[in-house]
């Protein structure tokens, strides 16, 4: 079964830290990888995706892919107030159009 | 990114009746769209996936035959949730995926949702 875990938080951090979001996945077969953003009732927004090993900057965000430790996670530098939301990773496997995402890290950043 | 739209943002209905939510790409052709439920402080829950021109495939323990889905062009997919109980109560959303350039990566872009509430 394709799960992928993330820590429910809340991740407390102050304002202009860096915040880092991590998650894992067990499908070795997973080949693209999504960070989406969402706001309290609202829907997710797509913030990014990697899906060669290393980092990918976008802004302040940075991706970082480890497929042999299949983990991705999400820095957010330079943090704001604004960034205060729920962010849930999204794995997709080569070949199927679905993603399967995870429950999602519950991000604080306070003023 | 590209632009999907909902349609209703909300709606209110009676216990019984049936209810149709739009889902439109506005900006790309959509081959894929999804159709996905979120119960509050819950994680979002794939329902179905609908392709243009077919069928949609439903995911375990979702009822084709109450919640209807359509796509019948690139742009447009419609779900039906037909005789809604109050235990319908949610935010369905909608996503869509493209192929080819620029979206090659399975990439979905989500509806605004549409917040059900059957009394």
């Known amino acids: 079964q394709k799960e992928v875990e993330q820590n429910s938080g809340p991740l407390s951090v102050p304002e202009g830290a860096i915040a880092s979001l991590n998650c894992t996945y067990s499908d070795r077969g997973s080949q693209s990888f999504f960070w989406y953003r969402q706001y309290s009732g609202k829907s997710p927004e797509l913030i990014m995706f990697?899906?060669?090993?290393g980092d990918k900057e976008d802004g302040r965000f940075t991706a970082q892919l480890n497929k042999a430790s299949q983990y991705v996670s999400l820095l957010i530098r330079d943090s704001q107030p604004s960034d205060s939301a729920t962010y849930l990773c999204a794995v997709n496997l080569s070949g199927y159009s679905t993603l399967t995402f995870g429950k999602g890290t519950m991000l604080l950043v306070s003023p | 990114g590209a632009v999907v739209s909902q349609h209703p943002s909300w709606v209110i209905c009676k216990s019984g009746t049936s209810v149709k939510i739009e889902c439109r790409s506005l900006?790309?052709?959509?081959?894929?769209m999804f159709w996905y439920r979120q119960f509050p402080k819950q994680s979002l829950m794939l329902m179905a996936t609908?392709?243009?021109?077919?069928?949609?495939?439903?995911e375990q323990g979702v009822e084709k035959d109450k919640f209807l889905i359509n796509h019948a062009s690139l742009t447009l997919s419609t779900l039906t949730v037909t005789s809604a109980h109050p235990e319908d109560s949610s935010f369905y959303i909608c996503?869509?995926?493209?192929?080819?350039?620029?979206?090659?990566?399975?990439?979905?872009?989500f509806g605004p949702g549409t917040r059900l509430t059957v009394l």
């Open positions: 900006d790309f052709q959509a081959t894929t």
């Open positions: 609908s392709n243009e021109g077919s069928k949609a495939t439903y």
């Open positions: 990697i899906y060669s090993n």
């Open positions: 996503s869509a995926a493209g192929t080819g350039s620029p979206y090659s990566y399975n990439e979905q872009f």
